[in-house]
């Protein structure tokens, strides 16, 4: 469910305007399996996760999705001129708010699923994670420091280019000099993944041996949501909130070297993204 809410937000807010119609509308499908192919459901499960995700899908759509019209009006406005890293900032709260309310109706809806969860679903589930970090090693850790740093330089301009379009030879040496001096590295981001993997599973596991009651599983998944993206270590805590201004920073440095034809494709792109959504917020 975390990782499925996080995809919805992220479905919204950085894929191509098309793909938010047609990947929204099938949210519901696409997350179950999802969920599915990492747990693993009997049947009594499969009916209770497919309509906890329906009723997350049903209340996003109707109550939740407006809101974001707000926020693209307001990206769209700043995107025409140049800005300060603590707007970046501001904006980037604004989407962790969102998210952090989706994930408490998620999590009301996914603990029933979680109270029928089985040693078999939570077996499955290890063995997901260990293939997918099989996969994130091959991406991430594999090759010299040279060839890890240009992978992290290409998705990273993938990105950009997704709203700026081609960038100029001055913005790649900036965005190439702002990678290589990131305070991620793939040693961290491995260990990380790991922490937030066994604190999921070892949790469920808890659960699961405890019987626990709806009230203590909502509580234990609201912990694992809380330590996802801060860790609880005071070391990895400082990291991430380090990583967090390197990443405003690093945007608004960018955007102040944009051309006016490149603002003017940010803001085709974000007013795009408003009428994907005022469509899918229609009855």
Not at 177 to 205: C, F, H, I, N
Request: hydrophobic share 35%; with cysteine; aromatic share 6%.
């Amino acid at each position: 469910m975390i990782r499925t809410l996080i995809c919805l937000l992220g479905l919204i807010l950085l894929q191509g305007c098309s793909a938010i119609k047609l990947g929204y509308q099938q949210l519901p499908t696409l997350s179950y399996w999802w969920l599915d192919s990492a747990i693993s459901f009997n049947d009594a499960q499969a009916d209770r996760a497919k309509e906890a995700l329906n009723s997350v899908y049903r209340w996003h759509r109707q109550q939740e999705l407006v809101t974001y019209l707000e926020l693209l009006q307001r990206g769209t406005e700043l995107s025409q001129g140049p800005v300060q890293a603590s707007q970046v900032c501001s904006v980037q709260a604004e989407i962790l708010n969102k998210m952090d309310r989706a994930m408490r109706v998620a999590i009301t809806q996914a603990a029933p699923v979680v109270q029928i969860l089985g040693p078999r679903q939570l077996s499955h589930l290890a063995r997901h994670q260990e293939s997918k970090n099989e996969d994130w090693d091959k991406l991430w850790l594999q090759g010299s420091d040279a060839e890890r740093l240009e992978r992290r330089l290409d998705r990273t301009l993938e990105r950009y280019k997704s709203f700026y379009g081609e960038l100029s030879a001055v913005q790649v040496a900036l965005v190439k000099t702002q990678v290589s001096q990131s305070a991620w590295t793939p040693e961290w981001g491995r260990q990380e993944r790991l922490r937030r993997e066994q604190d999921l599973l070892s949790t469920l596991r808890q659960l699961s041996q405890t019987n626990a009651p709806t009230e203590q599983v909502e509580q234990a998944l609201s912990g694992v949501w809380q330590r996802w993206f801060m860790p609880p270590d005071p070391k990895g805590s400082a990291l991430v909130q380090k990583m967090t201004q390197q990443a405003c920073d690093n945007l608004a440095q960018l955007h102040n070297t944009a051309s006016p034809e490149q603002r003017q494709r940010v803001a085709r792109t974000m007013r795009a993204y408003e009428r994907d959504i005022r469509d899918l917020i229609k009855p």
